[in-house]
């Protein structure tokens, strides 16, 4: 099993419609969540993180924990064309060494249609 | 102040041959990390450095090394390169207790290296 593992995409949306991402991960003492945005051919941005369990909103996106069910998902409200993009879901995991390592999922491309 | 930078942003290498990447941190940060990304995947995690020293590693070979210098920037060397190391690379760095209880586990990242082993 993945450590994080997120749904297959593509997903496409309208515009104006609620885009849904959802991801898993397997370690039951994770802390710390992540999402990440990734523009074709750019690095990563961080859009939000979350930590307690419930639901955590910035602006058009909201973040959800279930530290239970270990899954954490991202709603975007009111999807624009500029929210096209690869998103990753990013869990900090303790390596080897004790390192803290930010792990990622292998993404889910969202398109939103005009 | 300065961002991630990274370079070379683009290089082209045949199998065999050696290669480094560098990084440099943003202003106060004090960890960096490594990351492959292959096309369509998730950023892979290859090793992190903290204060000079090697302070976590995923699951690469030992061909796959680094160093970190006392202002804080980084190398990724991969040695005896393989075609399935073509990908893009990336540094990303944090501040001091940002991946730790309590911090905000922010990684800032560089705009990649990416690398075309032929």
């Known amino acids: 099993q993945k450590e994080v593992e997120q749904n297959s995409g593509p997903l496409s949306v309208p515009e104006g419609a609620i885009a849904s991402l959802n991801c898993t991960y397997s370690?039951?003492?994770?802390?710390?969540f992540f999402w990440y945005r990734q523009y074709s051919g750019k690095s990563p941005e961080l859009i939000m993180s979350?930590?307690?369990?419930g639901d955590k909103e910035d602006g058009r996106f909201t973040a959800q924990l279930n530290k239970a069910s270990q899954y954490v998902s991202l709603l975007i409200r009111d999807s624009q064309p500029s929210d096209s993009a690869t998103y990753l879901c990013a869990v900090i995991l303790i390596s080897s060494g004790s390192a803290r390592q930010l792990t990622f999922g292998s993404g889910t491309q969202l398109t939103v249609l005009p | 102040e300065t961002g991630v930078t990274q370079s070379p942003t683009h290089l082209i290498k045949t199998r065999g041959q050696q290669v480094t990447l560098r990084c440099s941190s943003q202003s106060g940060h004090n960890t960096v990390s490594w990351y492959q990304q292959a096309l369509g995947q998730g950023p892979q995690f290859i090793f992190q450095?903290?204060?000079?020293?090697?302070?976590g590693r995923g699951n690469f070979p030992p061909r796959f090394s680094g160093l970190q210098f006392p202002n804080y920037s980084s190398e990724l060397n991969v040695n005896a390169l393989e075609l399935d190391d073509s990908a893009l690379y990336l540094c990303?760095?944090?501040?001091?207790?940002?991946?730790?209880?309590?911090?905000?586990?922010?990684?800032?990242f560089g705009e990649g290296s990416r690398l075309t082993v032929l």
């Open positions: 979350i930590y307690s369990n």
């Open positions: 450095y903290y204060r000079e020293e090697e302070n």
């Open positions: 370690d039951r003492v994770s802390q710390s």
């Open positions: 990303a760095s944090s501040p001091p207790g940002g991946l730790g209880g309590g911090g905000t586990g922010e990684l800032f």
